[in-house]
């Protein structure tokens, strides 16, 4: 952050960005639902150059015992990036950004989830990033939203995530690792499409007032296209006619 | 507004004057789905049959379950739900039922198959009852299992055509459990083949003349 040196050029005189996107273009985002057999529901996102896995267990019974409510269910969420998902091996071990990452993608997906119907139990939300490319939290998010739709758990809404941020000057969709590394601002942002609300919203950089506004719009727009996609590959397991099993 | 239609978790499926019944959550003057299925506008009424997920334990349903373990009082069943069935000693040896004279495990043992009613889901763990015509333990018969979000698809209709085409028996659980009872093999790989097919299906609204067409086919 803060804009480190170096040669790539983030934005050329065209508006167009070091991966040949315009400024208000997301990633090629593709979406398969119910990959993983032995889960209750899964999905699998390719956003860009990250691939995740999402897999989703429950309701199930809580272990250890004493993390259980008995008024409410508990969503637990771990995320976690394999040793080969970056260039130099990663130590398989929970990180401090992993244990931090999990904590924000839970509370992220706590409002669309009505854990209220399952007192005693425990949802469980695995994330594996099998490849990361920069905003895997945005896109591990999408990945952990289609799989609880999958395991047929019950949500007020989808959770739709996308980042928006600011490299040379200039606000831009989703932001990619260079543009991360190199850029100005990254603002990761969930959003619940039928509700408008945010439950995701982090920033690292620096925004004056009105780009935060601004950038906000822009990450909340691309959300809605993340989100038509995530729509078409639910619709495309449940919804084609005929078997495709 | 097209009355059935698939619907997603937050779709909003009608606005105005109507009621939310199963999976349908009321926001304002917005209905919405909060499952993966099929919206249904009945009156006032909003529904939604889901596609994915688990048995839902709800009053009065049959479901075929699995004894796990029992204590003094109580057996514990797996009714393939996010809950065990409880099925409590005095459903069986009456209300003087005493722990130090009867021994449950003599009446069911761990392992067992039941045939079982739902009496009560307002508890901490859904009560369950075999006290009535045909429940109680099954001791012959395929045990199948499929989802049970396509248990709704297993119409007495349908059950009728398997039934007849094969001499089959067919006792239907609402949790996606089935028992089948065939006197010759190929009756039974019939009828086991056509209740998978059922469970395998995607939403198709020919799905009766499919299994029809099967049926005959094999014959």
Redo the contacts between chains.
């Keep these: 952050m803060g804009g480190r040196e170096t040669d790539v050029v983030l934005l050329d005189e065209n508006g167009i960005r070091s991966d040949g996107r315009k400024v208000n273009e997301t990633r090629k985002v593709t979406i398969k639902v119910g990959v993983l057999k032995n889960a209750d529901g899964s999905a699998y996102i390719e956003f860009g150059g990250n691939k995740i896995l999402a897999g989703v267990f429950g309701p199930r019974d809580v272990h250890p015992k004493h993390m259980s409510n008995p008024d409410t269910g508990i969503l637990r969420v771990r995320y976690h990036m394999e040793p080969f998902s970056v260039s130099e091996r990663k130590n398989p071990a929970p990180s401090r950004r992993e244990i931090e990452i999990s904590k924000v993608l839970k509370e992220a997906l706590e409002p669309a989830v009505i854990l209220e119907k399952f007192p005693r139990t425990a949802i469980d939300v695995y994330l594996e990033v099998l490849q990361a490319d920069g905003g895997t939290r945005c896109a591990a998010l999408d990945a952990a939203s289609v799989a609880l739709a999958d395991a047929g758990i019950p949500m007020r809404d989808m959770v739709c995530s996308c980042a928006a941020g600011k490299a040379a000057d200039t606000l831009i969709l989703d932001v990619n690792n260079e543009e991360d590394q190199a850029g100005q601002a990254d603002m990761p942002i969930g959003y619940m499409p039928n509700f408008g609300k945010i439950t995701l919203l982090q920033l690292d950089g620096v925004l004056t007032t009105d780009e935060f506004k601004k950038c906000i719009e822009l990450g909340i727009e691309g959300c809605k296209q993340v989100y038509e996609i995530q729509k078409n590959a639910l619709r495309e397991k449940y919804f084609s006619s005929g078997d495709n099993n | 507004m097209n009355e059935n239609q ?1 619907v ?5 499926i009608v606005t105005g004057d109507y009621r939310p019944e199963q ?1 349908v ?1 009321l ?1 304002g003057n917005r209905l ?1 789905s ?3 299925g099929f919206s249904e506008i009945k009156d006032d009424l909003v529904t939604v049959t ?5 048995y839902t334990p709800k009053t009065d349903d049959l479901v075929i379950g699995k004894i796990v373990s029992h204590n003094a009082l109580s057996w514990e069943v797996d009714i393939n739900s ?2 065990s069935g409880i099925l409590t000693a005095s459903d069986i040896f009456g209300k003087d039922y005493s722990p130090s004279r009867d021994d449950l495990s003599l009446k069911l043992k761990t392992g067992d198959i039941i045939l079982a009613r739902i009496a009560n889901v307002n508890s ?1 763990d859904p009560l369950i009852t075999i006290t009535g015509e045909n429940l109680g333990k099954i001791d012959s018969g395929e045990l199948i299992k499929i989802s049970p ?1 396509k248990i709704p698809r297993l119409t007495g209709s349908v059950i009728q055509t398997i039934e007849a085409s094969t001499n089959a028996t067919i006792t239907v659980g609402q949790n996606g459990l089935i028992i089948l009872k065939c006197d010759n093999s190929t009756g039974l790989k019939k009828s086991i083949a056509s209740i998978k097919m059922i469970g ?5 609204a020919n799905l009766e003349e499919k299994i029809q067409r099967f049926l005959d086919e094999n014959n």
């Design positions: 698939f997603l978790p937050g779709d909003v999976n959550i926001e919405m909060t499952a993966t889901p596609l994915t997920g688990l996010y809950y901490r979000t395998m299906a995607q939403y198709d």
